[in-house]
């Protein structure tokens, strides 16, 4: 099933989409089988926490959807619009699980650090030497941050990028749901804590990120600004996606394809992950974790940012495509490519 949060105009609904592309309004749907309000179906948080009989049930209104709960998506039209799935989840961590990018990201950075400095020489070296290894660290653990939760946007919103910074990126991610609460989690358990899956754009401006990643303690600002964390435009349940390691993963900037990955190229999966967080510590329902960049799949690592009005589409099958155009009047037209 494929399950959206939406707003026509009176606040955030929970909804799942139909085969003919309309929402399914479910507490309106459960309101015409039973007669009053289910809390269950106020919010996409309370349907995970509800569990399998909850989901059954919705699967149900959908399939038998009345007239009341019937609601059309019309291109152009502004109501209804999708949210971010879940609009604040209750905790947002986002991994490094693909090498290639970990590689190439670290390769650009020096590559970027050696032209602002001017120095030829050390140019010419590091791009003889190519992509490094990663660190230590990361071949030992699922490496992770903490995002901002409260930063989160849905597709087809425009994302204002900070005054703060000049260099505009997106980051194509897979992400979970966390659906069952648990600790201790054996990885061989893990896959049954998750809910569903969702496409994730870790937003970045590479500037900001970079003068603070000299501390120890990661990502602030460079993450940290209003709508950088954009999920969406739904979220699959678990039972539906199929193998999410042979999942196409795609980019395009204006129409031109920037990333053609695969989520199968993952190192760290989403059970070792779950496995690792929940040593000694209790995960929730309605958690999030992102999988990190797919090899290719942000700027960085094609030496490209992104212009004032440009169009970012990231294309998941089968959850769909997340779409966002980001807007910084502030900023003069970039050469694009570094």
Same mark, same amino acid.
């Given at each position: ?9 009176t606040?955030?609904? &929970?909804?799942?989409?139909a %085969? ?7 507490a309106?749907?459960?309101? %015409?089988?039973?007669? #009053?309000?289910s809390?269950?179906?106020a919010? +996409?948080?309370?349907?995970?926490? =509800? ?8 699967r149900e209104?959908?399939?038998?959807m009345?007239a009341a709960?019937?609601?059309?998506i ?7 619009h999708?949210l971010a799935?879940l609009?604040?989840?209750m905790?947002l ?5 693909f ?5 190439q ?6 590559? &970027?650090?050696a032209k ?12 003889r030497?190519?992509?490094p290894k990663?660190m230590?660290a ?7 941050y ?6 989160? =946007?849905g ?5 204002? $990028?900070p005054?703060?910074?000049?260099l +505009? ?8 749901v966390?659906g069952?609460?648990g ?10 804590y ?5 496409i994730?754009?870790d937003f ?10 000299g501390?120890?303690? #990661?990502p ?13 435009p739904?979220i699959?349940t ?8 042979n &999942?196409? +993963?795609?980019?395009?900037v204006n129409g031109e394809?920037w ?8 190192? $760290? ?16 329902p ?6 990190g960049?797919?090899g290719? #799949?942000?700027?960085?690592e094609?030496?490209r ?5 440009d169009?970012?589409?990231?294309e ?10 980001v807007l910084?009047?502030?900023l003069p037209k970039s050469?694009k490519k &570094?």
């Amino acid at each position: 099933m494929k399950l959206v949060t939406f707003d026509s105009g009176t606040g955030p609904l &929970l909804g799942a989409l139909a %085969a003919d592309g309309s929402i399914c309004d479910l507490a309106a749907a459960h309101r %015409a089988r039973f007669g #009053g309000n289910s809390p269950v179906y106020a919010s +996409m948080q309370n349907l995970i926490e =509800a569990g399998p009989p909850a989901l059954d049930l919705a699967r149900e209104l959908v399939e038998s959807m009345p007239a009341a709960a019937h609601i059309e998506i019309s291109p152009g039209k502004a109501q209804p619009h999708l949210l971010a799935p879940l609009p604040v989840p209750m905790q947002l961590r986002d991994f490094m699980g693909f090498e290639t990018h970990v590689r190439q990201a670290g390769h650009s950075v020096m590559r &970027l650090q050696a032209k602002a400095r001017g120095d030829t020489e050390a140019l010419a070296e590091i791009e003889r030497a190519g992509p490094p290894k990663p660190m230590d660290a990361w071949f030992r653990q699922p490496l992770y941050y903490k995002c901002n939760r409260f930063a989160m =946007a849905g597709t087809d919103t425009d994302l204002h $990028w900070p005054a703060y910074s000049s260099l +505009m990126d997106f980051e194509l991610e897979l992400a979970v749901v966390i659906g069952r609460q648990g600790r201790d989690i054996p990885k061989a358990e893990a896959g049954k804590y998750i809910f569903g899956y969702t496409i994730y754009n870790d937003f970045s401006a590479r500037d900001a990120q970079a003068a603070e990643m000299g501390g120890p303690l #990661g990502p602030a600002k460079g993450k940290d600004f209003d709508g950088a964390n954009v999920m969406g435009p739904c979220i699959v349940t678990a039972d539906e996606i199929g193998d999410p390691y042979n &999942l196409p +993963m795609r980019a395009r900037v204006n129409g031109e394809t920037w990333t053609d990955g695969n989520s199968g190229s993952i190192h $760290w999966t989403f059970e070792d992950m779950i496995a690792h967080v929940s040593r000694g510590e209790t995960l929730y329902p309605g958690e999030i974790f992102g999988s990190g960049t797919v090899g290719n #799949g942000c700027g960085l690592e094609h030496m490209r940012f992104l212009d004032h009005g440009d169009l970012v589409e990231l294309e998941i099958p089968p959850i769909g495509v997340l779409r966002n155009r980001v807007l910084a009047p502030h900023l003069p037209k970039s050469e694009k490519k &570094l």
